[in-house]
């Protein structure tokens, strides 16, 4: 006859075993299940900078903002913004279009840029919404990775 503590004890024995062989089964079944999945698919800069909208988008700023606004100067904080979405996009447009209607309109953030240049921006009124909309993907995606630490 088997004591009640040792029948206490193989029952326990068994019970973690039990849950020891369930932890591996289900274990188990998620590794494949998990190898069978994809990775998720990550665009290196070259393949992100190659895309139609941004490799356009840089066009566009290269014959458009550049010669006054380079992405390289410590002073663009303005840039920097438009990556932090730190702005009114419908205002930002008419602004690049056509500055004086901003500044006319008492716009307190393009007034004060107004003031602190010194000078009005140079209107685009060509520019139409879907080049805006690329200029500015071209200038988040230069902007977010200048911010990866390089290895």
Excluded at 36 to 41: G, H, I, L, T, V
Excluded at 42 to 70: R, V
């Amino acid at each position: 006859m088997i004591s009640r503590s040792k029948y206490i004890k193989k029952a326990i024995i068994r019970a973690v075993l039990l849950i020891a062989a369930i932890y591996v089964i289900y274990y188990g079944m998620n590794m494949k299940n998990q190898s069978e999945e994809k990775s998720p698919n990550i665009m290196s800069y070259d393949e992100i900078m190659n895309t139609p909208q941004i490799k356009n988008g840089k066009l566009l700023f290269q014959k458009n903002c550049s010669p006054c606004h380079g992405l390289n100067k410590t002073d663009e904080l303005f840039l920097d913004r438009i990556v932090d979405s730190a702005y009114d996009k419908n205002v930002l447009y008419t602004w690049i279009r056509n500055s004086d209607s901003v500044i006319k309109s008492g716009n307190v953030y393009y007034n004060q840029l107004y003031k602190e240049y010194g000078i009005k921006m140079t209107s685009f009124p060509d520019l139409t919404d879907s080049m805006l909309d690329e200029i500015m993907l071209y200038i988040k995606a230069e902007k977010i990775f200048q911010r990866i630490p390089k290895q």
